[in-house]
């Protein structure tokens, strides 16, 4: 695949489609199950409450995963991502209510680089906190 932005239509402050991901207490185990990590503060919620939680939370990297999705759904190709990073700054805490949390997620072009990359600063909130901190990619546009 490749990315289908070219480089030369985006200018530093062009916003990207933002886009919001639910997360039920079945994501998380379906992605334990993936990932490996069974870690009980991601499925069970005594244990989550007696460790000083507020109850289950969701994967770091699961939400990290979910924010990066408003990069590659943009560019229409996960391959274009060249660096990407975040700081975990709140969980994403997921109550088992039938509906679970939302992860809202917004991103822009912060910075026009050298050979068709530029920088996507994100914004990952959930439950009015924002989740992610310093959360950039890097991108190859065409």
Same mark, same amino acid.
Request: charged share 20%.
């Given at each position: !695949?490749?990315a289908?932005? +070219?480089?030369? +239509?985006?200018?530093?402050?062009t916003?990207?489609?933002?886009?919001?991901?639910?997360?039920?207490?079945?994501?998380?185990?379906?992605y334990?199950? +993936?990932s490996? @990590?069974?870690?009980?503060i991601?499925?069970?919620?005594?244990?989550? #409450?007696? &460790?000083?939680?507020? @109850?289950?939370?969701?994967?770091g !990297?699961?939400?990290?995963?979910?924010a990066?999705?408003?990069?590659t759904?943009?560019?229409? @190709?996960?391959g274009? $991502?060249?660096?990407?990073?975040?700081r975990?700054?709140?969980?994403? &805490?997921?109550?088992?209510?039938? #509906?679970?949390?939302?992860?809202?997620v917004?991103?822009?072009? +912060?910075?026009k680089?050298d @050979?068709?990359? $530029?920088?996507?600063?994100?914004?990952?909130?959930?439950?009015?906190?924002?989740?992610?901190? !310093?959360?950039?990619?890097?991108?190859?546009?065409?």
């Amino acid at each position: !695949m490749t990315a289908s932005i +070219a480089y030369g +239509a985006v200018e530093v402050g062009t916003e990207l489609p933002p886009q919001s991901f639910p997360v039920t207490r079945a994501t998380l185990v379906q992605y334990a199950g +993936a990932s490996g @990590d069974f870690n009980p503060i991601h499925w069970n919620e005594k244990f989550a #409450t007696e &460790v000083g939680l507020p @109850d289950v939370i969701a994967h770091g !990297m699961f939400t990290m995963a979910e924010a990066v999705r408003v990069v590659t759904d943009w560019t229409g @190709d996960p391959g274009a $991502v060249v660096e990407y990073g975040v700081r975990f700054t709140k969980p994403v &805490v997921v109550p088992d209510d039938g #509906t679970g949390a939302l992860i809202e997620v917004s991103g822009k072009v +912060a910075a026009k680089l050298d @050979d068709n990359l $530029v920088r996507v600063d994100l914004t990952a909130m959930s439950d009015g906190k924002k989740v992610l901190g !310093m959360s950039r990619a890097v991108v190859r546009l065409v």
